[in-house]
């Protein structure tokens, strides 16, 4: 079965500084992997997506992650954070064999300090 | 283009009552999926539907169940709502059957239960 690990459940960063959200998932095989945002009271908003080939991938709002299979690890990273950016992310994992089906982790709630 | 729009947007219910949820997908999509987003935790899924059928169940149990139309909206029902049932009920369309295909979000219905 799969699953999906966010071992932070609060960050909190400065404005302009770097971020990186962990995310460790499990799953037999190669996984599809996703980063959600979700601001308060809004819906989910897909940053990004990995299925296949180049391990770093780049979304939108300058955001990247990077998958590696040896630490079943997706984390996601921003150089150079704004306010805007303080919300609650989510990773999820999804396979083929499942349909639709996306498995989330519990988020990580993001605070950017000016 | 209009994006997926969910109906109510709040809800308030009392225990052992039935409510239905509704989703419009977004135009041309003909998969819809549901979750279940409890505050503090991320979403679980909860059905999808392709084409009319079901094509995936989440662990949930059968006080829960839900259709699509020839029209690909869909509805969630919920019947002898316990207050355990209060949550962020999100609805996700995508193109069809895969997670290899983005899955859009409408902004959710949340429904407490008293």
């Known amino acids: 079965a799969q699953s999906v690990t966010q071992p932070d459940i609060h960050i909190t960063v400065s404005e302009g500084a770097s971020l990186e959200l962990r995310c460790n998932y499990s799953?037999?095989?190669?996984?599809?992997l996703f980063w959600y945002v979700q601001s308060p009271g809004q819906g989910l908003q897909l940053l990004l997506k990995y299925f296949s080939g180049d391990t770093l991938v780049q979304g939108i709002k300058g955001f990247e992650a990077e998958f590696k299979r040896s630490q079943s690890s997706f984390n996601l990273r921003k150089p150079s954070v704004h306010w805007s950016d303080a919300a609650e992310y989510f990773c999820?994992?999804?396979?083929?064999?499942?349909?639709?089906?996306?498995?989330f982790g519990a988020g990580t709630i993001l605070r950017v300090k000016s | 283009d209009a994006g997926v729009t969910q109906s109510p947007t709040h809800l308030i219910k009392t225990r052992g009552q039935q409510v239905t949820l509704r989703c419009s997908p977004i135009s041309g999509h003909k998969s819809v999926s549901w979750y279940q987003q409890v505050l503090g935790q991320g979403p679980q899924f909860i059905f999808q539907?392709?084409?009319?059928?079901?094509?995936g169940r989440g662990n949930f149990p059968d006080r829960f169940s839900a259709r699509q139309f020839p029209n690909y909206s869909s509805e969630l029902n919920v019947n002898a709502l316990l207050l355990g049932d209060s949550a962020l009920y999100l609805c996700?369309?995508?193109?069809?059957?895969?997670?290899?295909?983005?899955?859009?979000f409408g902004p959710g219905t949340r429904l407490t239960v008293l």
């Open positions: 799953y037999g095989a190669t996984p599809y």
């Open positions: 999820a994992v999804g396979a083929s064999e499942y349909g639709n089906k996306l498995v």
């Open positions: 996700a369309s995508s193109l069809a059957d895969s997670s290899y295909n983005e899955q859009f």
């Open positions: 539907y392709y084409e009319k059928e079901e094509r």
